[in-house]
Nanobody, 116 residues
Framework: QVQLVESGGGLVRAGGSLRLSCVAS????????MGWYRQGPGPQRELVAR???????KYADTVKGRFTISRDNAKNTVYLQMNSLKPEDTGVYFC??????????WGQGTQVTVSS
């Protein structure tokens, strides 16, 4: 079992920046693929960014060039640096951890609100 705790959300004006953090429990963090998902008004969560290692990352087209995902295995933490924020980036951001073919683990989410 992996527990994930997100932090760093908040209210920011368009063009501003936020950095989200997600800390994972346990001692298998380096084996985990870590991702950030966003949930808007509806129930579906969409992938924002995913990282296996610094040379293997994936971004949604809508955030490329503005968001950067990174991880610190020594701190069991994954980050999402969000720059040039837009109102459409608003949503609840969830941290996800996957380990092989096992069911993913999810954090509780952190709210990001971008005002115009």
């Amino acid at each position: 079992q992996v527990q994930l705790v997100e932090s760093g959300g908040g209210l920011v004006r368009a063009g501003g920046s936020l950095r989200l953090s997600c800390v994972a429990s346990g001692n298998i963090f380096s084996l985990l693929t870590m991702g950030w998902y966003r949930q808007g008004p509806g129930p579906q969560r969409e992938l924002v960014a995913r990282i296996i290692n610094p040379r293997s990352t994936k971004y949604a087209d809508t955030v490329k060039g503005r968001f950067t995902i990174s991880r610190d295995n020594a701190k069991n933490t994954v980050y999402l640096q969000m720059n040039s924020l837009k109102p459409e980036d608003t949503g609840v951001y969830f941290c996800q951890a996957t380990w092989g073919e096992r069911a993913p683990f999810w954090g509780q989410g952190t709210q990001v609100t971008v005002s115009s």
